[in-house]
């Protein structure tokens, strides 16, 4: 079932499908009392609100007497046209009309002309005569007496808006103009069969009451306030936020001429689609799945300009329901994704993803559509509380549907205005935030998010590295600085983990000066001093000589036990600060210089293994070794840095 069919569900099992006979009687007194054909020999007295008799005249009745039949309160009077001013004592009027006798004939003259003129099948042109005849903004003045006059043609429905919100959850695309809409809405529902045996009356009571308003259900409004204003702090940087553009931008301007209306008929649209497809193959291949880039290029270069410009123009045509438009293009060539591209990496059979589809459709329209990313919306649903979605398509027409909230709470974080790329970006970021984006925040004083200051760029690429893996080698040339490299990187990211940032942009500030002697020595060993553990790095320089005994631990001759080496004297001190503190114990660091001097599975044995960040410590599939000399179980922990130094031949980029 699609999201609306279940509601449907549910709400009939409270709810008949017509409206009770005392809701429909109203309607036959309202046409009783003020037949259209007779609306315009109506007086100023029955006709408006605010004098004696106003109980009896015809806007307390579309207002009042029939609110069972459709709402129209608020806004004032001033939406009738007319009406008694008791204040001035004096019929007031809005300003497209000079008198209350012009008011009075423009008003019902033309609400005869609209009655009129469905009476004679000129449905199609009730915008047009509405704004010619009643003005721009006359929504209620039109649709509440055409619902009262012709309910089967109808819906109670007389704001714009509120019919955008429907047929967007019903995945469709409003038309312009009130009552085109309202028809629109009207012929949806009556082609569905779960409608069977409604009146309008109650079509409408299903439309409030279970999809009104749309708001992206979020549960955890914490949770996205504070992701929100995460991504608000990096996104407010200008490099930051054009780097992070730059896919969807690139495809915009690349695919967005191609699948305009007036390319589509263009003779030779396969060939420059298929350039420009393979011109994006990198951010359609971010943004969607491997290989979508090179599997509808493939395609384009297969199939006529003829049958792509039927296929994008129906997947554009905003008339038709957008998960239809969506699957019938899928599968139109799905057939020749298998044949092209028969299985992927994994073996499995390929098909069009539904991510290639909506960035097809955000390069046609980027202020409607935005780019889809399945896991992406299934994390913020998870995090956030939101709706878990439904099939992809039709989790696309929803989440589009509830974009606008999103947008305007990304739009006041940021102080400036936002749109669907942004949009996406937050979705992804959410998506990412552990893996890629969590070292770049903490907390001020308030626990409020702040965003931390970016590693030296020296240091840059090794910090990224930690951000996935604890074990790291630099490997390179011999004489290129990978020693140097490797015991700076260890103090700064020490320094920056368990002291103070202030501490670590000192001691770089004097290694980057060429100054080290002026280093503060407090600072400089901070992470030495902490009481009641050991040395929070070690170096061992490893050479043909090296052994087991060197490394984990030696048998004590003479005594009883064995005494541990520098690796095991680590790993405990380590452990025992994450066993007792879990993520807030403070980092390690074991270099191993040299590691081509030595064979280091011959030296470390089964304990080579628990370097894996799977095995260790904590890791789903943890791992710990008996060590020969003392028994002891050894293990190794999560906030162990292991960094390797390798000299080899490495191929350096041109």
């Excluded at 019938?328 to 591209?341: N, T």
């Excluded at 630099?474 to 015991?487: E, I, S, V, W």
Aim: proline fraction near 7%; glycine fraction near 6%; charge should be negative.
């Amino acid at each position: 079932m699609n999201r609306w069919q279940r509601l449907l569900f549910q709400w009939l099992q409270l709810n008949p499908t017509t409206a009770p006979a005392s809701v429909l009687d109203l309607r036959r007194q309202f046409v009783a009392r003020f037949p259209w054909r007779r609306l315009p020999a109506l007086t100023l007295e029955q006709y408006a609100l605010g004098h004696n008799d106003f109980r009896n005249s015809f806007c307390y009745w579309l207002e009042w007497e029939t609110r069972p039949l459709g709402s129209v309160s608020g806004g004032g009077v001033a939406k009738w046209g007319l009406w008694w001013s008791r204040g001035d004592s004096k019929w007031g009027h809005t300003s497209r009309f000079r008198t209350p006798s012009e008011a009075l004939y423009a008003l019902t003259n033309g609400i005869f002309q609209l009655a009129w003129a469905v009476d004679r099948d000129g449905i199609s042109q009730l915008d047009a005569l509405g704004t010619q005849l009643l003005g721009a903004d006359s929504n209620v003045l039109r649709m509440k007496p055409l619902y009262l006059y012709y309910p089967d043609l109808f819906l109670p429905i007389t704001n714009p808006d509120h019919l955008e919100i429907f047929l967007r959850q019903f995945a469709l695309e409003p038309v312009n103009g009130v009552t085109a809409r309202n028809r629109q809405l009207l012929a949806f529902m009556r082609s569905q069969t779960e409608f069977d045996g409604f009146d309008t009356v109650q079509l409408m009571r299903f439309l409030y009451d279970e999809l009104f308003p749309v708001t992206p259900p979020i549960g955890n409004r914490p949770a996205f306030n504070r992701r929100t204003s995460q991504f608000a702090l990096l996104y407010a940087n200008t490099a930051s936020r054009t780097a992070m553009r730059a896919d969807q931008e690139r495809i915009n301007s690349s695919l967005g001429p191609l699948l305009a209306e007036t390319s589509l008929s263009a003779p030779d649209l396969a060939a420059p689609l298929e350039v420009a497809v393979n011109d994006c193959r990198t951010p359609i291949n971010n943004l969607a799945n491997w290989p979508s880039a090179d599997n509808f290029a493939g395609l384009a270069a297969s199939t006529s300009s003829a049958r792509l410009a039927r296929l994008f123009g129906d997947l554009f045509d905003s008339q038709q329901a957008l998960p239809d438009r969506m699957e019938r293009f899928q599968r139109s060539i799905d057939a020749e994704y298998a044949y092209l591209y028969t299985r992927d990496a994994q073996g499995r059979a390929q098909t069009l993803p539904a991510s290639l589809l909506t960035i097809f459709l955000a390069a046609r329209d980027p202020l409607r559509y935005m780019v889809y990313r399945p896991r992406m919306v299934e994390q913020a649903a998870q995090d956030w509380g939101m709706e878990p979605p439904d099939t992809d398509r039709n989790w696309y027409v929803h989440l589009l549907n509830g974009l606008r909230p999103i947008q305007d709470a990304l739009t006041a974080q940021l102080g400036a205005q936002t749109d669907l790329i942004d949009v996406h970006l937050l979705l992804w970021f959410n998506h990412r935030f552990d893996a890629d984006f969590s070292h770049r925040f903490g907390e001020d004083a308030a626990g409020n998010p702040v965003l931390l200051p970016e590693p030296p760029l020296p240091l840059r690429a090794m910090y990224e590295a930690t951000y996935r893996t604890q074990t790291i080698a630099l490997c390179g040339p011999p004489g290129t600085g990978k020693t140097q490299l490797a015991r700076t990187f260890i103090t700064h990211w020490l320094l920056s983990s368990n002291h103070s940032q202030t501490d670590a942009d000192a001691y770089w500030a004097a290694v980057d000066t060429g100054n080290v002697a002026a280093i503060n020595q407090r600072t400089a060993q901070a992470w030495q001093q902490r009481t009641g553990t050991g040395d929070f790095a070690i170096a061992i320089a490893l050479d043909e000589r090296t052994r087991f005994d060197d490394v984990v631990e030696r048998s004590a001759a003479g005594q009883a036990g064995a005494v541990a080496g520098p690796l095991r004297r680590i790993c405990e001190h380590a452990a025992t600060e994450w066993r007792a503190l879990g993520a807030a114990a403070p980092r390690y660091a074991l270099l191993l210089e040299h590691l081509e001097r030595t064979d280091l599975a011959a030296v470390l044995g089964n304990v080579l293994p628990l370097f894996d960040d799977d095995c260790r410590l904590g890791a789903p599939d943890a791992r710990e070794v008996r060590l020969p000399y003392s028994g002891k179980s050894l293990g190794v922990p999560p906030n162990l840095l292991i960094l390797g130094t390798l000299d080899g031949a490495v191929a350096l980029p041109p």
